[in-house]
């Protein structure tokens, strides 16, 4: 139980184009969802938490309008980048939880994004 | 502020020896706390959590991880390690009073030895 799916787990794209990431919860409905940013040989951090039908709350330093969260449904969110641009590739994880206090979040595979 | 030191980034092991990696966390409250493991290119699998009650966790693929209050650790073990447990670990805190959101350690990678 608790699978969460990322799609896509790889994607190559020009600079300046936009780059949507799915994430669904495929057994168990999510009020929230996370999103993550992972270097090469780093720890994940946090760049916002997606509420089910509210608008996403992004950490210190995250551009809302470049990375476009939306959580439209129990069991998906996306995380949209705008404008691509190099410094942008990076690791993208998203992880899902139901939000009650005694649940803990679970992982999607990732998307790696390159940015030519 | 939450925060969570993995003072070990690299660990090298040889296959069948034991394994204890270590965490420690600074947060006001009783935090929950969690394992969670990364093989390379892939996401996160939980490998235990802790929220209450018995302070020795067990979880999957024979961890357990013990939760000390009074050095606010909560250190991973495994008896014998496998060479399939070669990959990077996490340990992570989070609070209901944060909105659930986890704090990660850096990490530490774990090699392991035919």
């Known amino acids: 139980g608790a699978v969460v799916s990322q799609h896509p787990s790889w994607v190559i794209c020009k600079s300046g184009t936009s780059v949507k990431i799915e994430c669904r919860s495929l057994?168990?409905?999510?009020?929230?969802m996370f999103w993550y940013r992972q270097f090469p040989k780093q720890s994940l951090m946090l760049m916002a938490t997606?509420?089910?039908?509210?608008?996403?709350?992004?950490e210190q330093g995250v551009e809302k309008d470049k990375f476009l969260i939306n959580h439209a449904s129990l069991t998906l969110s996306t995380l949209t980048v705008t404008s691509a641009h190099p410094e942008d590739s990076s690791f993208y994880i998203c992880?899902?939880?139901?939000?009650?206090?005694?649940?803990?979040?679970?992982f999607g595979d990732g998307t790696r994004l390159s940015i030519l | 502020a939450q925060s969570v030191t993995q003072p070990d980034i690299h660990i090298t092991v040889s296959e069948g020896a034991s394994l204890e990696l270590r965490c420690n966390y600074s947060?006001?409250?009783?935090?929950?706390l969690f394992w969670y493991v990364q093989s390379p290119g892939q996401g996160l699998q939980l490998l235990l959590k802790?929220?209450?009650?018995?302070?020795l966790v067990q979880g999957i693929k024979g961890f357990e991880a013990e939760f000390k209050r009074s050095q606010s650790s909560f250190n991973l073990r495994k008896p014998s390690v496998h060479w399939s447990d070669a990959a990077e670990y996490f340990c992570?805190?989070?609070?209901?009073?944060?909105?659930?959101?986890?704090?990660f350690g850096g990490g530490t990678r774990v090699l392991v030895k035919p």
């Open positions: 992880s899902a939880t139901t939000g009650d206090s005694n649940q803990p979040q679970h």
């Open positions: 057994d168990f409905q999510a009020t929230t």
């Open positions: 997606s509420n089910e039908g509210s608008k996403a709350t992004y």
């Open positions: 947060y006001g409250a009783t935090p929950y």
């Open positions: 802790y929220f209450s009650g018995d302070t």
């Open positions: 992570a805190v989070g609070a209901k009073a944060a909105g659930n959101k986890l704090t």
